[in-house]
């Protein structure tokens, strides 16, 4: 009985759990409080609202669908370098509402240009080209993509009427080649020809060859469309003038391109609107006789990835004289130093403003408008308006006017006395504009090209200049002075920390050496036209250290450099002679304005659009 007892004692005193099932128990107690403490918690997804920015910033690239919004039946394109084209597009865009039409101007880079085949759509539409001749017969920049797609293009443009106007200068043997082109080529695709193409020729006088054009085209136009003139002739504002009396000052333009504070800031790639500021390491004059200021220069462009050959050229923004900028605020009685914007008032434009904005008066008389050139026509027929003395107000309406009287006083008191903006309104005591006004009719300050005057190959981090200083004294007793040439004068290398910089970027030219380099070459560059035969010469020179076969000589001829009335001896051998049998030799000609010089009527430019 006893020991048949003792078992269910011991079951008695046996523990209800093992130590296996507690461990059991923990581990998964354990997991559940690790689960509810430490797992990943699922995040909420935020709601985001829908992006309309999107559509609204992206920029519309459709202009029909654009004047079909706006009402206007009259699109101007323009093909520009430096300004002429797009000025002329401007102005005969606002010409329109005088005939009872409606134009806009466009940059044929911003739109689907295969869209030109859509305008019938549009009654009484009508396509106008302003295009400008770049270099040797080339499309400028922003008519580039313009000119690949209608050579490759087979569009139907049945339907579209269109005209032509062409700036060249006929001292190029590719005169006005891509206006002639866009008017061929739009008539075998079909569009119809309302107007004989335009022949602006700047070696000339290229606004009078304009005004010419212009005032025989209307009237075809009104023929064409049975339209009539509605002789309004009231000037019409494009901008409108906001004052900032309290704007951080980190939101102010102060002479970049693009970009705000791109100058502090650098960022590559370089180009027309993001240039690169390249110290100035050496600037020294070439002639040590003669009256006139031969300049060398030399550009480092070390680290900016900019890469360039032998006769590219390089592009400088200069800035305006700060006496001039100083008198003309002294003579309209403002505050240059007030900042303000120009907002354009059709808020369908592409074109927000005249240039950056916000800015200052002073900034934008320094760095972005062109006071200096002698003002067109349309300026004065704008500016007439505000002068309170009537015999200044109508000679200065007579002067844009296209009467013969009116181009003859034009062409002498303006043109030929090389007056500008402010000698105008010294003159014309009693004119005195609004300053924002005279800042929305001045055209915009350009760069200026210059023929690279040194090799790659020898020169890999560093652009050279040559130019002579343009200073001249007018008829009526003033100096006026060339923008670029003087203010790169002034750029001189210092030792007190402070270097001198120039905003800069390329331009690719096809000014080049023949491919095979034993081929012989002479080179012809009166004046400054040496500059780009600098790099070619340094280049030929360079390959021939490296072993390459370069064309022999038997005899080397040191060149001489025209400085005007005197020539001073190049350290350059420029032209090579072919030994007998060795091959006809090619021959790379280039005019007085081979450096690149563009001031106005003192040697020419680079390209046929001298002004532009």
């Given amino acids: 009985m006893a020991d048949s007892a003792q078992p269910e004692l011991m079951d008695e005193d046996e523990p209800f759990l093992s130590n296996l099932d507690i461990f059991l128990f923990s581990l998964i107690a354990g997991l559940i409080v690790y689960w509810l403490i430490f797992r990943k918690k699922v995040e909420p997804i935020p709601e985001f609202k829908k992006l309309e920015s999107v559509a609204q910033t992206t920029r519309e690239t459709s202009f029909i669908d654009k004047m079909k919004k706006t009402g206007k039946n009259i699109v101007v394109f323009y093909g520009s370098q430096t300004g002429t084209a797009e000025e002329f597009s401007n102005r005969l865009a606002k010409d329109a509402h005088r ?13 689907d240009m295969s869209e030109l085949s859509r305008l019938p759509e549009i009654e009484n539409s009508l396509a106008i080209f302003c295009m400008a001749t ?7 920049d922003n008519s580039q ?47 119809q020809r309302i107007f004989d193409l335009g022949m602006g020729d700047d070696d000339g006088n290229l606004e009078e060859d304009f005004v010419s054009w212009r005032e025989q085209f209307w009237p075809a136009v009104c023929e064409h469309f049975g339209v009539e003139a509605t002789g309004e002739e009231s000037s019409i504002r494009q901008y409108e003038l906001k004052v900032h009396s309290d704007l951080n000052m980190n939101k102010i333009y102060t002479g970049e391109l693009g970009r705000l504070k791109s100058f502090e800031n650098q960022k590559p790639p370089f180009d027309s ?10 600037n020294r004059k070439l002639n040590k006789a003669g009256d006139r200021h031969l300049m060398h220069l030399e550009l480092d462009i070390t680290g900016s990835k900019i890469r360039y050959e032998s006769g590219d050229h390089v592009a400088v923004y200069p800035i305006n004289d700060s006496v001039i900028v100083n008198r003309i605020g002294e003579v309209l009685g403002v505050d240059l130093d007030t900042v303000i914007s120009l907002n354009n008032l059709d808020e369908e434009s592409n074109k927000k403003h005249p240039f950056p904005c916000p800015t200052t008066y002073r900034t934008a008389l320094t760095h972005y408008l062109d006071i200096t050139n002698p003002p067109r026509t349309n300026v004065l027929y704008e500016l007439a308006q505000y002068a309170t003395d009537p015999t200044e107000q109508e000679n200065m309406r007579k002067m844009a006017s296209s009467s013969p009287e009116g181009k003859a006083l034009y062409q002498s008191w303006v043109l030929d006395s090389c007056r500008n903006i402010l000698a105008i309104l010294e003159d014309f005591p009693s004119l005195r504009p609004p300053i924002d006004h005279l800042c929305e009719l001045l055209p915009r300050l350009q760069a200026r090209y210059y023929s ?7 020169h890999p981090d560093s652009i050279h200049i040559c130019a002579v200083v343009v200073e001249y004294e007018t008829k009526t007793g003033r100096v006026n002075k060339g923008v670029a040439t003087n203010w790169l004068k002034s750029k ?8 001198a910089t120039v905003p800069m970027y390329i331009r690719k030219s096809q000014f080049r050496l023949p491919f095979k380099s034993s081929n012989p070459v002479i080179m012809v560059g009166p004046g400054t036209g040496i500059a780009p035969f600098m790099g070619f010469v340094q280049e030929r020179g360079w390959l021939k250290e490296q072993g390459v076969r370069t064309a022999s000589s038997e005899e080397e001829q040191g060149g001489r450099l025209e400085t005007g009335s005197h020539r001073q001896r190049s350290h350059l051998h420029l032209r090579r002679r072919a030994k007998h049998g060795s091959g006809r030799p090619e021959r790379l000609l280039r005019d007085r304005g081979g450096a690149g010089r563009t001031e106005p009527r003192s040697g020419g430019g680079l390209h046929q659009e001298t002004h532009d």
């Fill in 99 to 111: 005939y009872g039409m409606k134009g806009m101007s466009a940059d044929p880079e911003e739109y």
């Fill in 452 to 458: 690279i005057a040194s090799s790659s190959k020898v």
């Fill in 492 to 499: 001189m290398p210092t030792d007190n920390g402070h270097k």
């Fill in 145 to 191: 993509d313009f000119y690949d797609w209608l050579q490759e293009g087979d569009a139907d443009f049945t339907g579209v009427k269109y005209t032509v106007f062409a700036l060249g200068n006929k001292t190029y043997e590719h005169y006005n080649a891509m206006g002639k082109y866009v008017d061929q080529r739009l008539a075998e695709l079909g569009a």
């Fill in 134 to 140: 770049y270099g040797e017969g080339d499309p400028t």
């Fill in 273 to 282: 609107k993001n240039p690169f500021l390249a110290p100035v390491t050496v």
